[in-house]
């Protein structure tokens, strides 16, 4: 059973950083990809960024460019979201989540069909104060 623990959230200042962990366990297949989104109250769940677990390679939504990054330890599956330069408009609920990578990035950059990911995590609280 694939699950996935997300943790690190927590309140910043505008300006700060906070680090936000995803460890997945019970993954059985190889070329998988795992992402974070996030949502905020009122709004819909949107993607924040994602990294492929086989080559490494990430992307991240506009919103974020430049100011998020994410990373992970190639010896395991856990994945690291290092939030920088916060501002109010990036509180929200960051969940985790992992499939398939050609699935998790179909859904995430051409049909926007998330929903159809099949692992996802509990979200974690991230709060920012202006």
């Known amino acids: 059973e694939v699950q996935l623990q997300a943790s690190g959230g927590g309140l910043a200042q505008a300006g700060g950083s906070l680090r936000l962990s995803c460890v997945a366990s019970?993954?059985?297949?190889?070329?998988?990809?795992i992402a974070w989104f996030r949502q905020a109250p009122g709004k819909e769940r949107e993607w924040v960024s994602f990294?492929?677990?086989?080559?490494?390679?990430?992307e991240y939504a506009d919103s974020v460019e430049g100011r998020f990054t994410i990373s992970g330890d190639a010896a395991t599956t856990t994945v690291y979201l290092q939030m920088n330069s916060l501002k109010p408009e990036d509180t929200a609920v960051y969940y985790c989540?992992?499939?398939?990578?050609?699935?998790?990035?179909?859904?995430?950059?051409?049909?926007?069909?998330?929903?159809?990911?099949?692992?996802w995590g509990q979200g974690t609280q991230v709060t920012v104060s202006s």
């Open positions: 989540a992992t499939d398939i990578r050609f699935h998790l990035v179909h859904s995430i950059l051409i049909t926007g069909k998330t929903e159809t990911i099949h692992y």
């Open positions: 019970g993954i059985t297949f190889d070329d998988y990809a």
């Open positions: 990294m492929s677990k086989t080559d490494g390679s990430t």
